[in-house]
T-cell receptor, first 114, second 117 residues
Framework: GDSVTQMEGPVTLSEEAFLTINCTYT??????LFWYVQYPGEGLQLLLK?????DKGSNKGFEATYRKETTSFHLEKGSVQVSDSAVYFC?????????????FGIGTKLQVIP | DTAVSQTPKYLVTQMGNDKSIKCEQN?????MYWYKQDSKKFLKIMFS???????INETVPNRFSPKSPDKAHLNLHINSLELGDSAVYFC????????????????FGPGTRLTVT
């Protein structure tokens, strides 16, 4: 079945550091890929998405590129801020058994210190 | 307007009690979900309904029973609560999971923190 693997964390960075959170996936077809962010005490919200190979999703300074050859969708940001402290979830959706099925990674906690 | 709302936000109760969590979405979506998030932030899908039809029923104790009176509502009833049920429960919605094409992103509610003592 489908699976999403991401680094467990926590990841601790100083403000303005470069961020990479790795995400790799296993899927039978051509999934859509997502990054969701969960701020403390809140629900998950979509951060960015990509629907086909070589697509780059971007939002709020975060970027991720759909790499089919390496089955990866790594999240990057050039300069993190304290306000980026949150849990980040990589996810994919793929059609299976007549409906779209979503698979989430375990989540990576990011802590940015001033 | 809140897109996906849940009530209550906090729920503290004793073992053996029965409780319900309500969820409503005003996005016009056809599919709704319940997730359980443990203390390590691991997110586990419990149920999914598409237009009031149950389509995902993961390995969840039968003490948990979802009910969808219409496609905008998906409630979760839990019987005989146990200590291990303590977690944050999230409701989510999306466009129809039966759709053949298109992007399939989910919209989450704020969560209900359930504490069983």
């Amino acid at each position: 079945g489908d699976s999403v693997t991401q680094m467990e964390g926590p990841v601790t960075l100083s403000e303005e550091a470069f961020l990479t959170i790795n995400c790799t996936y296993t899927a039978t077809g051509y999934p859509s890929l997502f990054w969701y962010v969960q701020y403390p005490g809140e629900g998950l919200q979509l951060l960015l998405k990509a629907t086909k190979a070589d697509d780059k999703g971007s939002n709020k300074g975060f970027e991720a590129t759909y790499r089919k050859e390496t089955t990866s969708f790594h999240l990057e940001k050039g300069s993190v801020q304290v306000s980026d402290s949150a849990v980040y979830f990589c996810a994919l959706s793929e059609r299976s058994g007549g409906y779209q099925k979503v698979t989430f990674g375990i989540g990576t906690k990011l802590q940015v210190i001033p | 307007d809140t897109a996906v709302s849940q009530t209550p936000k906090y729920l503290v109760t004793q073992m053996g009690n029965d409780k319900s969590i309500k969820c409503e979405q005003n996005l016009g979506h056809d599919t709704m979900y319940w997730y359980k998030q443990d203390s390590k932030k691991f997110l586990k899908i419990m149920f999914s309904y598409n237009n009031k039809e149950l389509i995902i029923n993961e390995t969840v104790p039968n003490r948990f029973s979802p009910k969808s009176p219409d496609k905008a509502h998906l409630n979760l009833h839990i019987n005989s609560l146990e200590l291990g049920d303590s977690a944050v429960y999230f409701c989510a919605s999306s466009r129809s999971s039966r759709a053949v094409a298109g992007v399939y992103e989910q919209y989450f509610g704020p969560g209900t923190r359930l504490t069983v003592t």
